[in-house]
Nanobody
Framework: QLRLEESGGGSVQPGGSLTLSCVVS????????MGWFLQMPDKERKAVAT????????SYADSVKGRFTISQDGAKKTLYLQMNSLKTEDTGTYYC????????????????????WGQGTQVFVSS
C-alpha cells in the first residue's frame, strides 16, 4: 500500500520561506505524476505544483510562479516544495499527491486524477 507523509509546514511571516517534504513509501519508484495541492478553509483543493517522474517536467499555478519550486529525489523517494516570498494567501493545508497522469507532456492538475494522498501539512502565513 502506498503511503505519502508530508512534513515541513508551520507558521511564517509574509516574505518568509518554508520547504515541504513528502516521503513516499510502499512501492519501488516514483509514479507518473506527483504534485502539491492547497486547500484553504471552505475552498476546493487546487493544484499548486506538479512534476512528471521523467523527465521531471514541472507545472505551477499562476499564483506561485517564480516563488515556489517543486522537485523530487528518486533515490530518497521524496517530493519537495520550496516556498519563498510567502504571502498570506498561501495559507492552508498542503497535500502531497501521487498517481496522476500526463496530458501533452505535463501533469494534469485536477485533484480527481491523483490516486494517492497524504494527510496534509498546514502552512500559516501571517504577520
Amino acid at each position: 500500500q502506498l503511503r505519502l507523509e508530508e512534513s515541513g509546514g508551520g507558521s511564517v511571516q509574509p516574505g518568509g520561506s518554508l520547504t515541504l517534504s513528502c516521503v513516499v513509501s510502499g512501492y519501488s519508484g516514483i509514479r507518473a505524476c506527483m504534485g502539491w495541492f492547497l486547500q484553504m478553509p471552505d475552498k476546493e483543493r487546487k493544484a499548486v505544483a506538479t512534476i512528471t517522474s521523467h523527465p521531471g517536467r514541472t507545472s505551477y499555478a499562476d499564483s506561485v510562479k517564480g516563488r515556489f519550486t517543486i522537485s523530487q529525489d528518486g533515490a530518497k523517494k521524496t517530493l519537495y516544495l520550496q516556498m519563498n516570498s510567502l504571502k498570506t494567501e498561501d495559507t492552508g493545508t498542503y497535500y502531497c499527491a501521487a498517481g496522476g497522469t500526463t496530458y501533452g507532456g505535463l501533469c494534469r492538475s485536477v485533484p480527481s486524477d491523483y490516486r494517492d494522498w497524504g494527510q496534509g501539512t498546514q502552512v500559516f502565513v501571517s504577520s
